[in-house]
């Protein structure tokens, strides 16, 4: 199975750091699944602005590690390769916070794909294997 580095997701995403929220992607399965990895250190840029004395990543960039965990995912081979996908619906839930330093495990499943829609999930956990949060998405599929 692949595994894409950084640097390869954030060819596939156009994001780049600090909003890359998606270190590593790994144990992909073309229009599948993958599991994505993002290492929250001491010193990430968000532990230090929210919520000052007492820091917590922010339940929105949780969900955007899970969003970009499921696009490169898409975008990686398969029927999304070279078009972009558009969210169009999200139902996330959180079930605890990210307040020290952890590795967020991301898994991503593909639920449904078509030429014009996705529908996806994924559900993040923490190093101990404590559940943070979990959530369905759609997707729009669209020429670049």
Known sequence: MAILKKKNIKSLTRISDPFLMV????NIKINKSAV??????KNSWFLKCH?????IMPGTLVEEAMLQSIVSTLYYGGKCKNKICLITSSKTNFYSKVNKPTILKIDVKILKITKLKAETTATVTNSKGIKIASGLYKYFISQK
């Open 51 to 55: 919520f000052i004395n007492d820091p």
């Open 23 to 26: 270190d590593q992607l790994k």
């Open 36 to 41: 994505g990895v993002k290492k929250i250190n």
